[in-house]
């Protein structure tokens, strides 16, 4: 803390400040952790003071004398150091990004490694000013080229002086591709250089001149970059993963599509705005606020300003420009963002829960793995923004615009997005349980493998989204547009696509258990696999063209959801289709009553059809009471080769009989009964009808089981062979009928010429 006395001294001024020290030039300024934001000490006597950790960022030492002064981890942040004498001073772990120091003196002065950029230390009157001090070798090896370079690089890759280049001129130069890994780059200028794709992993470039370069898609994982002047530097793509940036200037960078993985931003300067601005921020939440409040017509100018982890709870940030602002891991909760420009502002890790950012402009800000629960981001400006791993259950992005924002891997529990535009966004992997999506425009976005289940999506345009393997479970569609929509692989079990345009979407392997398909229009879908069950498909609007083929297959088209299934799987399924063909080549109805005495009868008439390689379907009746099962018994007898009807002591055959016997002229009935019974009265009616078999009389269950052949299989063979036999002659009529026809109508057309 500072000496409370010297402190109040040199706020009076530094005419008093100097002629104290003058008068008391035996002691030592304590003025450690001292904040002096934005204060002008010109010309003053600060030389031998104590000034470690003291806040300086803006103050104006221009002219002062700090010689031997201790700095050390002191802010001097966009200071004006411009003639300050510093010979001798400890400038140790002090933050100096956007300090002015033309003309200064640092001889002497302990500096660490990559604590002044290239550019400053040209600007100062250093006595040790740095030039060129690497290998010549290396240096005239890259005057011949990128390939050139690069060859000798895998050739000599463990030989260190190779990578020697401190203080090297490089500016302007063409260096796309350069393999530049582990090269010792300290205070090297590559002011406007284009280093596109160039391989700077682990490399040294500490001090070094990167204004104005283009690092698109570059590597510089793990390097170290401290003090390095980055101003106006193209950076899209580029990889800072684990990378040593202390002290780094970025002022008008874009960082919003660079990889930051563990990147370390101590002391690194964003600021473009006015200082005493952020000073009055530095001085904490209760001063701004308060200051915002003397000033309600003031707009806050802290363009990239360094808020990385900085406590701003309930800060009030209303329509303040914080473009590429710096909120990493900041304490943001509550905070009033209403109508701020935050465009690529880097919010990654920042708390903001319930934070307002109503109309704010965030076009491109990072707000990975942000803490947004509650936050409200209403007719917000949202384009290409990255939420990636955000947690925002109930967030509120209604009328947002939204335009390719990244929401993969999200935690979007009951979020609204009602209203917004979120063509092109990225969903894949969110979670987006009981989200509202209502009235959204959607086109193009893509939601793989997200987790949907309960979302609504009420009159959404999701036209050409990908929804492939999404979890649609019990969401909301009514309305929606899913022209060419992905739905392949999708789970839609009991979702609500009620008036749903589906032309030409992929359901493809998708699971339709219960869904609700009323008036909605599925045609020209592509259902390959789709998985569909008890489905009400009389209400869809339109229902055609449903390719159930893969691509790559001969396309087959059918007119109905759950027929396609079925048939698809009778054309692929061998399996499926020896079942069809044996239930209908070899089954067997069997009816009768199954009280104790009958159902031992049936049961012997079905085991010994099975011995015969039959296969025997036994249907109880009188196991239903009072139910109409008329549908099943007709659907049991049309897949059957015959039907076997045991009439004794009839209860329900009469009207299994009925349903059977007028409607299915294929399928024959040998009637049986046991011998001293009567069959029932109505049974005359079934007579006439040739199909319907002789009654056969049996003794018993044994004498039954013994004339098996001549009571059931060899009536049914003959017969089967006369309904053949009848076929072919009325088949040869019929074709001797066209022919007859033919030759008439050939004579009358001659007997017209003539």
Known sequence: MPNPAHLDILRQGVVVWNTWRSENAGVQPDLSEARLMGVDLTGADLANANLSSAELSGANLSRADLTGANLCKANLSEANLRGAILRAADLSAAIPPGADLREADLAGARLEPGLLNRSQYDAANAS?????????????????????????????EHEPTIRDLRGADLEGRHLRGINLVGANLALASFKGADLTHAQLTSAHLNGADLSGATLDEANLAYASLAGVDLRDAVLTGVTLDNAECFAADFRRVDLARASLANASFGGAYFFEGDRQHLAILYSGVDAWNAWRCEHPDMQPQLAGANLVKALLSEANFHGAVLTRAQFASADLRQADFTDADLRGANMSEASLFDAMLMRAGLAGAV????????????????????????????????????????????????AAFSNADLEMANFTHATLWHARLDRTRLRDAVFVEAKLSGAVFIN???????????DLTAADLTGANLTKANLGRAGLSKANLTGALMTEATLEQATMVETILADASISGCKVYGVSAWNLDLTRVAHQANLVIT???????????????????????????REVIDTVTGKGV?????????????????????????????????????????????????????????????????PQELLSIVPNLPSVPVRPLILAGQREYAMFEHFRPYPWMLPLFEYESQDHLLTHLDEAIITPIVDWETNASKKSNLEETLRAKDEEIAQLRAALQARSTTT
């Open 589 to 653: 109805l069997i009816l009768g009553r199954f009280t104790t005495e009958r159902k031992a009868v049936l049961d012997g008439i079905r085991a010994a059809l099975r011995q015969r390689n039959f296969v025997p379907m036994v249907f109880d009746w009188d196991t239903s009471p009072g139910r109409d099962l008329t549908e099943t018994i007709q659907l049991l007898a049309n897949m059957s080769r015959f039907v076997v009807a045991d009439v004794t002591d009839a209860k329900s055959i």
């Open 460 to 470: 959404a345009n999701l036209e050409q989204a990908n929804l492939l393997a999404a």
């Open 128 to 156: 040790d000013r740095t030039r060129f001090a690497g290998s010549a070798e290396c240096l005239a090896m890259l005057d011949q080229g990128v390939d050139a370079w690069n060859a000798w690089r895998r050739t000599t």
């Open 550 to 576: 893969p691509d790559g297959e001969p396309s087959i088209t059918v007119d109905n959801l759950e027929v396609a299934q079925f048939i698809y799987l009778m054309l692929h399924n061998s399996k499926i």
């Open 367 to 414: 707000l990975d793995k942000a803490g947004l629960s509650g936050a409200n981001f209403a007719q917000a400006d949202l384009s290409l923004a990255t939420f990636r791993e955000a947690s925002a259950a109930s967030a509120n992005f209604t009328d947002a615009f939204a335009c390719a924002a990244d929401f993969s891997d999200a935690w979007l529990f009951a």
